[in-house]
Nanobody
Framework: QLQVVESGGGLVKPGGSLRLSCTTSEFTQDNLDKYAIGWFRRVPGKGREAVSC????????RYADSVKGRFTISRDDNANAVYLQMNGLQPEDTGVYYCAADPNRNYPKHPKRCVLYDELEYAHWGQGTQVTVSS
């Protein structure tokens, strides 16, 4: 069973940047290329919403409209990590950010798309990392 761990959250001023990382835990080492990876966030007073995702064995990415042009999701297979680069952060971006993994059951024969519309596609979730944007 895969365990993922997020890091990189913190406190920034409006217009600032952060880079979040998603990696495997020391106890559940696995290759993240076997999984489509999504980033989600829980904002104060709201439910959890999708932010971005990247597929398995494909560089195809998806973004929520609210973050297009500001956030970038990427993989580094050498580091076995998925990143979320967040630029131009605004107070409404404040929340707990979660990394989640969706197994590619046809690995390595076929790529797997990622989805933003249904978080139930993602079987493995991290503990979350806090992002606070405030002046």
């Amino acid at each position: 069973q895969l365990q993922v761990v997020e890091s990189g959250g913190g406190l920034v001023k409006p217009g600032g940047s952060l880079r979040l990382s998603c990696t495997t835990s020391e106890f559940t080492q696995d290759n993240l290329d076997k999984y489509a990876i999504g980033w989600f966030r829980r904002v104060p007073g709201k439910g959890r919403e999708a932010v971005s995702c990247i597929g398995s064995l494909t560089g195809i990415t998806r973004y929520a409209d609210s973050v297009k042009g500001r956030f970038t999701i990427s993989r580094d297979d050498n580091a076995n990590a998925v990143y979320l680069q967040m630029n131009g952060l605004q107070p409404e971006d404040t929340g707990v950010y979660y990394c989640a993994a969706d197994p590619n059951r046809n690995y390595p024969k076929h790529p797997k798309r990622c989805v933003l519309y249904d978080e139930l596609e993602y079987a493995h979730w991290g503990q979350g990392t806090q992002v606070t944007v405030s002046s």
